[in-house]
């Protein structure tokens, strides 16, 4: 097999309008050689799985500021589940309170960034992610 | 079933594992693209090229709605849709954002959009561009629309691969529109000037025009098929009804403005191919062209099998030394290659 790249969907579910840091983890993890597929603001957890079903993604990283996340999340989780992607590994970054991390990371999310946050972790997270994660 | 099976059954994700092991190329994705082949043929290939920012993905995206609610009442079609964005020549990473533009598009399962990077091509689109479209066309996209690379001067692949290709240009992009002299030009059979609703829109139209003029009617379509003949090496002189005059539209592609005009001239020229039986001679080339190309591929590494290291290192060493040319080399390992044979 040749040089398997890394690919990474990076959207921003929910109605919040900020996507600079998106933007920059999207670059950060372009930087770091992997295929970043960026679809923008506003949207539905049903198009970000429909997306990340289209582009056969190994990650989905999703940027909320909107303190939406415990139910954008869990829905997107579960989606990813229903169309076969259970190996697709989900990182979420934004303002998520502390006491929402356990939950998160119950339900299945390999990391919770925010604000402050080093991207260089981010990178490492996903590559270990990855490389547990075995593809249905 | 295996991975062939659900993607002729219809299977989305079935079709996505394969577009990436195709995109890889893993001998599970070349064995797939064996077997599908006898499928595919049907679709129309529409290439959409352009400077970057002129709205290509805009473009792209209103004209898969298009197809998806025909204007004249016909069958929806099924729409595929490829879109390539360049790849860092550092790191290798890229970042696809074709699909920001086509959220109109999200949730119909009569579409399906897959982003590519280039990863290190520079005719505009990726090494696998043609094989994924190949699997799209397979999985019974009867419109796959292909958005090339931003591109400039040189980026003339996609005429090569589609059966209809559109560049589009925006007005303010510089004067007499440097984005597109020689190359770019010659492949478009369709011109659309997008951002129609701004300043400047009669300057490009007009320039466009008068460029489109200084070649003579029947010259251009000569112009169109050397670029096809210096390509496959097919010296045929192109018949008078093959003789295309490339419209040119303007279109407001975040409004929707100028979309069913385009799609008119779309289908129009779909018409002009078949019934010109440019679409055979086009089917030809391009199939001429990819077959020369694995060919060359296949007897290169044929041939490496063949002939020692020791001795094509020794040849090198020569080269270096400049004791032969180049072309001197080629002939040498050659003939090394018939003597050890012998």
């Known amino acids: 097999m040749t040089d398997r790249k890394i690919r990474v969907l990076v959207a921003k579910p929910g109605l919040d309008g900020h996507d600079r840091g998106a933007k920059v983890v999207a670059r950060a993890l372009r930087d770091a050689g992997m295929e970043v597929i960026y679809t923008g603001l506003r949207q539905t957890p049903e198009m970000i799985a429909e997306a990340a079903l289209q582009e056969d993604v190994d990650a989905v990283g999703l940027s909320i500021l909107s303190g939406a996340h415990m139910a954008l999340v869990p829905r997107v989780l579960e989606l990813l589940k229903a169309n076969g992607q259970a190996h697709v590994r989900v990182f979420v970054g934004g303002i998520i309170p502390d006491e929402d991390v356990p939950r998160l990371v119950e339900i299945g999310v390999v990391g919770v960034y925010g604000p402050g946050t080093v991207t260089e972790d981010i990178i490492k997270d996903i590559r270990r992610a990855i490389a547990s994660a075995a593809p249905a | ?342």
């Open chain 2, 1 to 342: 079933m295996d991975l062939v099976a659900s993607v002729l059954a219809g299977n989305r994700l079935a079709l996505a594992r394969l577009l990436t092991q195709v995109e890889n190329d893993t001998p599970e994705g070349r064995l797939a693209q064996d077997e599908l082949y006898a499928h595919t043929g049907r679709a129309h290939l529409i290439g959409v090229t352009g400077a970057p920012g002129t709205g290509k993905s805009s473009l792209v995206n209103q004209l898969a709605r298009v197809y998806r609610q025909p204007p004249d009442g016909g069958e929806p079609k099924r729409v595929g849709v490829v879109a390539i964005d360049p790849s860092s020549p550092f790191t290798g990473g890229a970042i696809l954002g074709d699909r920001v533009r086509m959220r109109d598009l999200a949730g119909d399962p009569g579409v399906f959009i897959r982003s590519m990077a280039s990863r290190g091509s520079l005719g505009g689109l990726a090494a696998a561009t043609a094989s994924m479209v190949l699997v799209l066309d397979a999985a019974g996209f009867e419109v796959i629309l292909i958005e090339t690379v931003g591109a400039g001067q040189a980026e003339v692949d996609i005429a090569r691969l589609a059966h209809t290709t559109l560049v589009i240009e925006a007005p303010g992009l510089g004067d007499d529109i440097q984005a597109i002299k020689a190359g770019i030009l010659e492949i478009a059979d369709i011109l659309v000037v997008n951002k129609a609703d701004r300043p400047g829109v009669e300057n490009t139209e007009r320039s466009l025009r008068s460029m489109l003029q200084l070649a003579h009617p029947a010259r251009r379509g000569n112009l169109h098929h050397r670029f096809e003949e210096e390509v496959v090496g097919l010296a045929e002189t192109a018949p008078e009804s093959s003789i295309w005059q490339p419209p040119i539209l303007r279109t407001v592609a975040t409004e929707g403005a100028g979309m069913v005009e385009l799609y008119g001239e779309i289908a129009r020229h779909r018409q002009f191919l078949a019934g010109s039986g440019e679409w055979e001679r086009r089917e030809r080339l391009r199939l001429q062209s990819e077959l020369d190309m694995l060919l060359q591929t296949a007897l290169v590494s044929r041939w490496r099998e063949t002939v020692s290291q020791v001795a094509y290192q020794a040849v090198v060493d020569r080269l270096i030394e400049r004791n032969i040319s180049p072309r001197h080399a080629v002939e040498t390992l050659l003939d090394v290659k018939d003597k050890e044979r012998s």
